[in-house]
């Protein structure tokens, strides 16, 4: 199994807006082949966020962004910027 960690920053001030936008995003890479979970968090006071998704092989966790469409779209277009995925393999 693989851990896709993304962290990223927003405007404090467009919380509420960004926060509204990140369900279509996360149904948006569940729908991703290989894809068993989402979690995502923000430190409201920063702006910053975080937001680990765990699937089953490499090729399926260094999935584009591009492959989330509109969804995607909408969070940048409202100030979300995202950092380069951290990928790791998980120890069991």
Same mark, same amino acid.
């Given at each position: 199994? =693989?851990?896709?960690?993304?962290?990223? &920053?927003?405007?404090?001030?467009?919380?509420?807006?960004?926060?509204?936008?990140?369900?279509?995003? &996360?149904?948006? !890479?569940?729908?991703?082949?290989?894809?068993?979970?989402?979690? %995502?968090?923000?430190? &409201? %006071?920063?702006?910053?966020?975080? /937001?680990? /998704?765990?699937?089953?092989?490499?090729?399926?966790?260094?999935? /584009?962004?591009? %492959?989330?469409?509109?969804?995607?779209?909408?969070?940048?277009?409202?100030?979300?910027?995202?950092?380069?995925?951290? !990928? =790791?393999?998980?120890?069991?």
């Amino acid at each position: 199994m =693989y851990l896709r960690v993304t962290r990223a &920053r927003w405007d404090p001030a467009k919380h509420d807006e960004l926060a509204r936008l990140v369900p279509e995003v &996360r149904a948006a !890479i569940q729908r991703l082949p290989g894809c068993q979970d989402v979690r %995502s968090g923000v430190e &409201r %006071s920063t702006g910053r966020t975080v /937001s680990v /998704s765990t699937f089953d092989t490499l090729e399926h966790a260094q999935f /584009s962004r591009d %492959s989330l469409g509109e969804p995607l779209a909408r969070l940048q277009a409202a100030g979300w910027q995202g950092e380069a995925p951290e !990928i =790791y393999e998980t120890l069991q």
